[in-house]
T-cell receptor, first 116, second 113 residues
């Protein structure tokens, strides 16, 4: 009963390096999301995928790219990491119904990313 | 900008007391949800209240929604040390046509044993 699994849990990068954060869900959900959480800012939506094959920008997409690899997996890529991207990143999913936001989201435990 | 703003930012109470936290939002909504986040963990969904509902209960949780004031409150009765966490409201904006949720900045609750 894994739910939403994120890897890695912790990562330290140097400015300019790239990396991909992985997320997988086993609940047959259609929708998946990537958020970042910064102190005093709450959660901010980076990208989301309403269904397999579609992705859309959220509130803070600059510096990130995403891939909805299949229904289960949604990855977030930092092409050239910057110190401003130091944050905790959360993946979430919701579904299975194709209804707008009237469904709870299920979250992973996050990836703590530090960029030096 | 944040849609939801929780109040207070932090709350400290004794075990057994009730805890009330509030959420205000700016635009019309489809629904409002409350989540709990334990330290170092992801958010866990607690309760969803739709825009046409005024009150909802789930165990020791009671949520109210006043759409005229664009506000919601979460009441935790007979609090326990295990309720120590941050609590967030999240709104599904009306007519957004998307799956976007907007989260508030959270209330940090500490329940003292």
């Amino acid at each position: 009963n894994a739910g939403v699994t994120q890897t890695p849990k912790f990562q330290v990068l140097k400015t300019g390096q790239s990396m991909t954060l992985q997320c997988a869900q086993d609940m047959n959900h259609n929708s998946m999301y990537w958020y970042r959480q910064d102190p005093g800012m709450g959660l901010r939506l980076i990208y989301y995928s309403a269904s397999e094959g579609t992705t859309d920008k959220g509130e803070v997409p600059n510096g990130y790219n995403v891939s909805r690899l299949n229904k289960r997996e949604f990855s977030l890529r930092l092409e050239s990491a910057a110190p401003s991207q130091t944050s905790v990143y959360f993946c979430a999913s919701s579904g299975p119904d194709r209804v707008y936001s009237n469904q709870p989201q299920h979250f992973g435990d996050g990836t703590r990313l530090s960029i030096l | 900008s944040q849609q939801g703003e929780e109040d207070p930012q932090a709350l400290s109470i004794q075990e057994g007391e009730n805890a009330t936290m509030n959420c205000s939002y700016k635009t019309s909504i489809n629904n409002l949800q409350w989540y709990r986040q334990n330290s170092g963990r992801g958010l866990v969904h607690l309760i969803l209240i739709r825009s046409n509902e005024r009150e909802k209960h789930s165990g020791r949780l009671r949520v109210t929604l006043d759409t005229s004031k664009k506000s919601s409150s979460l009441l935790i009765t007979a609090s326990r040390a295990a309720d120590t966490a941050s609590y967030f409201c999240a709104t599904g904006p009306l007519g957004s046509g998307t799956y976007k949720y907007i989260f508030g900045t959270g209330t940090r609750l500490k329940v003292l044993a």
